[in-house]
């Protein structure tokens, strides 16, 4: 299976951007390439819902290193928290990504995590039409959440199974403001070159 996650900038690379145009490109860059795989949009019914519900409880199921406890649903998505994290962190599932979304201050803050899929109806069951423009041979899923949980859960449980053991999750921005960023790692990490650091959690604590 290809892979699509994006850790959308859990580390520093030197690269000074503010969240709003981070969040502008990598929409943009999402879009377009939706243009060019699937013309139309993706219409939800009671099954598709259906199987994001079970994506979703399986994803529940196999978190065992960190239990996700569900907080909020509506007919497009489901979001959760994880037991041992700070509220700010919420896991925010839809038919079409999984967001791990970090905020502070009842602001959008950065996202450790964000895998995308465009599920898409084929002879013999389901694909990501992502998936089929990187490798036109891209694997064909039966059922419809079985593909979401390979291209959006399984994403998010192999990166809370590599975590050290222990770590901290720490904000960091500049002081004028614009960029800022969140980081998962051990308890000796460092804010970005330039910023100062806001404010830090232990994983697996008390939040």
Known sequence: MITKTLVAFSHFDG??????????????????????VAPTRFTHTRATRRSLALAVQRLIDASTRFKLVPIRRSRWSHTLALQGWPDAVRVQVSIDSLALVVTHDGQWWDALLWPDCQPQKCRGGWRCALCTQMAPCSHVFRQLSDLLFEDLAQPLLTYLNRLPEQAQLRLSAFQDGGATWAKVDADDGTAPGGACAVVSWPIGGTA
């Open 15 to 36: 690269t000074i951007m503010s969240n709003q145009l981070r969040h502008r490109r990598r929409h943009t860059h999402r879009s377009n390439a939706l243009k060019r």
